[in-house]
């Protein structure tokens, strides 16, 4: 094996629109060695993901390398053949996509896929492989670590689901992984078990890996070395430290001074003012499994209540309870004081148009057949009755509000587009009905630093113009502080705390809200480390997760 594991020189790749070829990345390289892990970080549409995949030497459809190189040990990928890319992709290298819940085929138990990669490359039996399975499953702390993998992808959270991907990808030890924002859908809590296992696997097996992220703080626990790319373009490179402490140009400097934006506590709600949603002792199931416990809390108007809490731990579920999509087995819920039918089908168009969701999967919520023009317009068409000429200008004012150039992305199909850029045309489509409440669920999960900030920008904005009300689903605290005004603490499915934002971040918290704010990833490389050894923890690995 050469001393460099993964050569790129020069690469170019260009995308397919219309006949013709655009450039999408303008000449990056970089070399990377066994065990030592890069961060690639910049904002949504960088290049980031596009870069990784050819690391493997592959690209999307409609896209190819136009020129450059790719040399893993010693293996040319840009030419080599597929039956040389098909032994080594799996075995030798493997992905961790963004979106597990688009990447798993539904029709098959997460065991199943699981295992695959390892019996098809003769690396280990179909019994070993699941029994290394379930090993890996404990190390990421999946619960009923025996049993999780005999679910389908449906039947598991969304943090869930992505944490057996990772697992799914270390199934033969590969030399590379790419990892491509794995812990985005995660809470932070799971977040840190995760990253201690990951680095585990990485510095145990002294595996190679590309850590693609927008997160900061993240890839300062993860990566021995940081490219910085904007546009097709590098910006810089550094080790960790150096990048960190002192960034040589601008665009880096802008990166690692984004989420200043704080919205300031509103005052008390006024005592007797009526909710525009109240959430009445909800108890909820999925078959006969109940997964909320008899859950209150109220959104006023003009008001963001967040909802926090671990994967799983009910966020989403009362979510669904308030669209009508999951009737409670018991309680209710009132908008504007009038209780709400508890199924979605026995409301009128009117209760469905006041109460819209912006789904944290933006890969599964959007059709995959339609353009964005078409997604966008059929809210447009359905709730506000627009068609023809009218239409089309409302959907292309909807894309400037969430700062996509109308003409470039009306006609463009989903699998075109970033997965920031997926999002926000959730968050379009979310609007389009003109609602006066909008559920988001994790809206900023899948956006770049810098983009997510806009995006709270916006939201704040059309909160302030229209009095939206917003129900906030989500793991990252910074996004808590930003924009909420209440904050409500979930755990297994109940309430254990809630209040104003500004109570909730000073202390004596409740033991498990203490939990969390404890476990907000800072720009501090040690970080980590410090935390697992502040919780008793010596060495990352089997010990950093059992003990959390």
Not at 265 to 282: C, E, H
Not at 401 to 417: D, H, K
Request: with cysteine.
């Amino acid at each position: 094996m050469t001393e460099q594991l993964l050569k790129v020189r020069d690469l170019k790749i260009e995308g397919r629109s219309d006949e013709t070829w655009n450039p999408i990345i303008n000449g990056a390289g970089f070399d990377l060695k066994k065990g030592e892990v890069l961060g690639l970080i910049g904002e949504s549409g960088a290049g980031k993901s596009t870069l990784g995949l050819a690391a493997m030497g592959f690209t999307r459809d409609g896209c190819r390398i136009s020129g450059g190189s790719v040399e893993f040990d010693g293996i040319d990928l840009v030419n080599a053949s597929a039956d040389v890319k098909r032994n080594l992709l799996g075995k030798r290298i493997a992905y961790v996509a963004q979106s597990a819940a688009a990447s798993f085929n539904p029709a098959h138990k997460l065991i199943d896929q699981h295992t695959e990669a390892a019996v098809q490359h003769n690396v280990l039996s179909r019994a070993d492989s699941e029994a290394d399975g379930i090993e890996l499953y404990r190390k990421l702390r999946l619960p009923n670590p025996e049993e999780i993998g005999f679910r389908y992808p449906h039947q598991v959270s969304g943090g869930q689901l992505q944490r057996a991907m990772t697992a799914m990808a270390m199934a033969c030890r590969p030399d590379l992984i790419i990892f491509d924002e794995p812990t985005t859908a995660l809470d932070v809590t799971t977040q840190i078990e995760v990253l201690a296992s990951i680095r585990e696997i990485v510095e145990e097996f002294d595996t190679a890996a590309i850590y693609i992220t927008h997160d900061l703080a993240v890839v300062a626990q993860m990566a021995d070395r940081i490219k910085v790319m904007l546009k097709g373009d590098e910006v810089e490179e550094a080790e960790t430290r150096e990048m960190l402490s002192n960034p040589k140009e601008e665009y880096t400097k802008s990166l690692w001074a984004v989420r200043s934006f704080q919205r300031p506590q509103k005052p008390a709600v006024q005592t007797g003012s009526t909710p525009v949603v109240s959430v009445k002792n909800v108890t909820a199931a999925y078959g006969k499994v109940k997964v909320l416990h008899d859950v209150s809390f109220d959104i006023h108007s003009g008001r963001t209540v967040a909802v926090v809490g671990e994967s799983g731990s009910g966020k989403s579920t009362a979510a669904r309870c308030i669209t009508g999509l999951l009737p409670p087995m018991q309680g209710h819920i009132e908008f504007d004081g009038e209780v709400l039918p508890l199924d979605y089908r026995k409301r009128n168009k009117m209760q469905l148009r006041q109460a819209q969701m912006i789904y944290q999967m933006a890969d599964t919520a959007l059709n995959p057949r339609k353009t964005i023009g078409e997604l966008i317009g059929r809210p447009v068409q359905f709730y506000m009755g627009l068609t023809g000429n009218e239409k089309r200008r409302r959907v292309e004012q909807l894309l400037e509000e969430i700062e996509l150039e109308p003409t470039q992305y009306i006609n463009r199909l989903p699998s075109e587009l970033s997965g920031g850029q997926k999002q926000r045309i959730g968050i379009a489509r979310a609007l389009a009905a003109e609602p006066k409440f909008i559920i988001c669920d994790e809206v900023t999960s899948a956006l770049d630093q810098l983009v997510a900030e806009g995006i709270l920008k916006l939201l704040a904005k059309l909160q302030d113009e229209l009095g939206l009300s917003y129900m906030f689903i989500t793991h990252d605290l910074a996004t808590v502080k930003s924009i909420s005004d209440e904050v409500v603490v979930m755990k297994d499915g109940r309430v254990v705390e809630q209040g104003p934002k500004d109570e909730m971040f000073k202390p004596p918290h409740h033991a498990y809200t203490d939990l969390l704010l404890s476990s907000v990833p800072e720009m501090d490389p040690d970080w980590l480390t410090d935390l697992l050894k502040q919780r008793g923890v010596d060495n990352i690995g089997d010990a950093a997760v059992s003990n959390m």
